[in-house]
């Protein structure tokens, strides 16, 4: 329990991070791109919750873990695009790294306890 605890709160620090530098994209880009990287941040967030309440569990964490592979390509896109700069990006980064390993051992765990 206290392990989905963590990676809960992992994930809205990287959605609280996320957001807040979402706000400097250029105007015609907030209701795009910014709001793609906010939806899945937020689906992240309901992924994470809906796993630690279900009994089958697979599908729900492919679905956790395309989503956290695709914000993390928005953010680079978002990057590349220079929507954000280098330190911006570097940070959002790493809270997306963070959320990634923790993802994939609560992935390792789960399947190993259903074996």
């Known amino acids: 329990m206290s392990e989905y605890l963590l990676i809960v709160k992992k994930i809205k620090d990287m959605i609280v991070y996320n957001n807040i530098m979402l706000k400097q994209f250029p105007k015609h880009e907030k209701y795009l791109l910014a709001n793609k990287i906010r939806e899945i941040g937020y689906e992240i967030y309901e992924f994470a919750i ?5 009994f089958h569990k697979k599908t729900t964490f492919t679905n956790l873990n395309i989503k956290h592979e695709l914000l993390r390509q928005l953010i680079n896109l978002a990057y590349e695009l220079k929507y954000i700069d280098s330190q911006k990006h570097r940070v959002s980064q790493l809270h997306i790294d963070e959320v ?3 993802i994939g051992a609560w992935i390792k ?7």
């Open 50 to 54: 809906t796993i630690n309440k279900k």
């Open 100 to 102: 990634g390993r923790m």
């Open 109 to 115: 765990r789960a399947m190993t306890d259903d074996e």
